[in-house]
């Protein structure tokens, strides 16, 4: 008899077939109830992948698992977070998505419920996308615990995986579809009665007849109002347990109370009854939901493509050099992978053979392969075009740059402008508003025309729509981060979108934002007796430590004789150090002054390398200006937008480039708190500044201008602070952005517009009778769709 293996944590089962769990259709065998326990919650939380990419076995349960363990316990596996948890230095992050989120007050009530337990840093709920962005404390609490108390106030959370959202979504649809079917089907029966009776059709009989149809017609509209209208009912309760109201509250309100007092005539044979209304209006609300739910879908796609690009197998080669396919979340960091031409890049790596051109489009947006050689870095998701290359892995699953994007993405879709916390508040006072509104309405039309009063104060509850109102900035707002996905630019932090479209002076860094930053050494200029091959390797050994692009022009010049010690970099100066036991200083003409007081003439070179004694060498460093510098300058000229340069750099070179790109203000030999007295200044004439640098060495002159942008590609993302990051390294994407941002801000104004000018329309017109119950809903419905489809036109927008 062959021996048993647990199948979740691969110990020796000696039960027997005592304690199995059903995995894609087989029973397996597990050798304790807490092995049982744990890798049941792990399938009934969807996470069946698991066991199918897993690289080493699970963890043994020793202890009984009690009771009470819920499928949220799976998630607090380190094996199963692997895969979708981001862990920093001090917290956890994920995305979750949430089932159930119908409004803005869905999200209010979700963040002001989590932001006040302890351990939990953040929480950000996007309505349009359905997810919320979580950072926790790991040390604090669990993620499972974060997932418990979702669901306590009526909601499903589970961490956000593309392939099991898709089988969600697809599920939540069908189960609209029904209701929403039923309720068309209903309607439908219960309108051709109401037509008739309306009709005086049934005039000369019986009233008996009468009462029979208004008897078959409430059993019609019951599923209506039981089934089809429940998503209305637990939205409603969830915000009023919560104190706050949403729309569905007085939508609920109108149902309800118009089916009981039907229900109420019917029985007793007098009054009027409004079947029709209910079933009608309630179909009309879902059709308008329906709609809405699968516009908001497409406006959050540009995520889950980027999920897509990963390929889900690899080429992993062994120490034989022996190549096999093995499933992409297996690789782990040191794997070597093989990657022929045509396919797509695994996993994040550098290159340690060959050389070829990688199609890096998924990431910035520009479709021209880039040329890739030894040590050069590749990403997930990238397109090898010629060659085939061999890289070792650097990163995987949420360390990934892809991974770090989407994050940011998130992040970036769940901040929420000024205007849109205004309009939530705003809608929650609209809603009170609305129900004193209806309450006034039907005891005046009770007291005057009280045979209309009743059907009249359903239109005034369902008419108004503070929906829209709540749906006009964030369907905008994630469209239009979708769309910096497409072009390559990034945004880090809140508020970029109400930053862009006021920027009207923009400040360029010379070294790596209007040129390469690929320094290369021109010329040396010798003025002691030390050779120039012994002068360049003590320059390149103090750089050593560098990675600014002064630093990479010396490395070629390293050896290895030369030994660093006790080096000091002076930011925006130059760097002061001791190799093989003597004090040398490296930097510009002002810094070899102010440190040996040593003139050096500014014009002759960049660089000068001193001892305290000696001017040793002058060295004249060069740099190529970015194909698309001048363009970008001229379409912000275009655009109203002054320029300028602030550059640490003395030579002439800075008014070259300034030449070369069209700039006219130019300010050169600034230290970085000369750059931010610059900003400051800038500020005070009443500028909105825009700081363009390379996010490490400019970090707080970027965080002193009004909005500030880098270059940045690779890993450089995590490291820089700016607001904005250009992935691709082209400048001409910033233009691009200034006019999605104010195609953006324009949308979400004519958003707010058509919300608060179609209710401040429709509320005189239903107090006063003239909209019918059915005509109300058909009105509530089409103000969100109007909304979501103005937004969706960014998607439309040709880059």
């Known amino acids: 008899m062959d021996s048993l293996n647990c199948f979740h944590c691969g110990e020796p089962v000696t039960t027997g077939r005592q304690f199995e769990t059903l995995i894609d259709g087989v029973l397996q065998p597990m050798c304790c109830p807490g092995c049982q326990a744990v890798s049941a919650a792990i399938i009934d939380a969807g996470l069946t992948n698991y066991y199918k990419y897993r690289t080493e076995p699970g963890s043994k349960q020793t202890a009984l698992v009690p009771e009470e363990l819920s499928s949220f316990s799976a998630f607090d596996l380190a094996e199963v977070q692997q895969d979708f948890v981001h862990q920093g230095n001090e917290s956890a992050s994920t995305s979750l998505t949430i089932d159930g989120i119908t409004c803005a007050a869905c999200a209010w009530l979700i963040e002001h419920k989590l932001q006040h337990i302890k351990g939990i840093n953040k929480i950000s709920v996007n309505t349009t996308t359905e997810r919320a962005q979580v950072s926790w404390d790991p040390e604090v609490i669990k993620l499972s615990e974060i997932l418990l108390q979702i669901s306590q106030i009526g909601y499903q959370a589970a961490p ?44 000369d009989l019986d009233v008996e007849f009468r009462d029979y149809f208004r008897w078959v017609s409430m059993i019609f509209a019951a599923p209506v109002v039981f089934y089809s209208a429940q998503p209305f009912y637990f939205s409603a309760l969830r915000s009023m347990l919560s104190g706050r109201l949403n729309m569905d509250v007085s939508v609920s309100i109108a149902i309800c109370g118009a089916y009981i007092a039907s229900c109420i005539a019917t029985v007793s044979g007098d009054g009027e009854v409004y079947f029709e209304s209910v079933s009608m209006f309630t179909f009309f609300l879902l059709l308008g939901r329906y709609f809405e739910q699968n516009a908001r879908q497409k406006a959050s796609i540009s995520s889950n493509n980027l999920h897509k690009l990963i390929p889900l197998t690899a080429n992993l080669l062994d120490e034989r050099g022996e190549q096999s396919e093995v499933p992409a979340k297996r690789l782990k960091t040191g ?6 031409p045509g396919e797509v890049i695994a996993a994040d790596g550098d290159i340690i053979e060959g050389s070829s051109c990688v199609n890096e489009a998924m990431l910035t947006g520009e479709q021209m392969p880039v040329t890739k050689h030894l040590t050069s870095q590749v990403y997930a998701g990238t397109i090898n075009v010629d060659h085939p290359i061999k890289v070792v892995v650097t990163a995987t699953g949420q360390d990934q740059l892809v991974a770090e994007i989407i994050r940011l993405q998130e992040a970036a879709s769940n901040n929420k402008p000024r205007v849109a916390l205004y309009v939530d508040t705003i809608s929650n006072y609209f809603t009170w508003t609305i129900l004193v509104i209806a309450a006034l309405t039907y005891l005046v039309w009770k007291h005057y025309w009280p045979e209309d009063a009743f059907w009249v104060t359903l239109s005034v509850l369902v008419a108004t729509c503070p929906c829209a109102l709540a749906l006009a900035t964030p369907t905008a707002v994630t469209c239009a981060t979708g769309l910096f996905t497409r072009l390559g630019v990034v945004a880090r932090r809140g508020g970029v979108f109400e930053k862009l479209p006021k920027v009207d002076q923009v400040v360029f860094d010379k070294t790596g934002t209007l040129t390469c930053g690929s320094l290369t050494l021109n010329q040396t200029h010798l003025f002691h007796t ?3 091959a012994e002068a360049l390797a003590i320059s390149a050994a103090m750089e050593s430590q560098s990675i600014h692009p002064i630093a990479k022009a010396f490395a070629p010049f390293y050896r290895q004789d ?17 190799v093989n036991q003597q004090q040398y200083y490296l930097g510009s003409a002002a810094f070899i002054l102010e440190q040996t007081q040593i003139q050096a003439a500014d014009n002759l070179a960049n660089v000068y390398l001193a001892t305290q ?18 363009e970008t300058v001229d379409t912000l000229k275009t655009m109203g937008i002054a320029t300028c340069i602030a550059s640490g750099d003395t030579s002439e070179h800075v008014e070259q480039v300034a030449h070369e790109v069209g700039i006219t203000a130019l300010h050169k030999g600034l230290k970085p708190q000369d750059k931010l007295t610059l900003i400051n200044q800038l500020k005070d004439q009443g500028k909105r500044v825009a700081m363009f640098g390379d996010g490490v060495n400019d970090a707080p002159v970027l965080a002193g201008a009004n909005l ?4 940045g590609s690779g890993t450089d993302i995590a490291k820089n602070s700016a607001d904005l990051i250009l992935l691709g390294d082209q400048l001409s994407r910033f233009p691009q952005a200034v006019r999605i941002a104010k195609m953006t801000e324009q949308i979400i104004r004519q958003n707010l517009l058509w919300a608060l000018g179609y209710n401040l329309l429709i509320i005189p017109l239903a107090v006063t009778g003239h909209v019918l119950p059915y005509i109300a809903a058909i009105g509530m419905s089409a103000s969100s769709l109007i909304v979501v489809a103005n937004s969706l036109r960014l998607l439309k927008v040709r880059l």
């Open 160 to 203: 956000y995986q593309v392939d099991d959202q898709e089988i969600q979504s697809k599920k939540n649809s069908r189960k609209f579809l029904l209701r929403l079917g039923l309720a068309g089907f209903a309607t439908m029966q219960v309108m051709m009665f109401a037509l008739a009776l309306y009709s005086d059709y049934f005039t």
């Open 530 to 532: 030390m050779s120039q």
């Open 613 to 630: 004694d000696h001017l040793i060498a002058g060295f004249t460093l060069s740099d190529t200006v970015r194909d698309d510098a001048k």
């Open 335 to 340: 794997d070597i992978i093989m990657v022929k």
């Open 562 to 578: 030369c030994q660093v010690k006790e080096n000091r970099y002076i930011a925006g100066s130059g760097v002061l150090a001791k």
């Open 708 to 711: 500030s942008i880098a270059m």
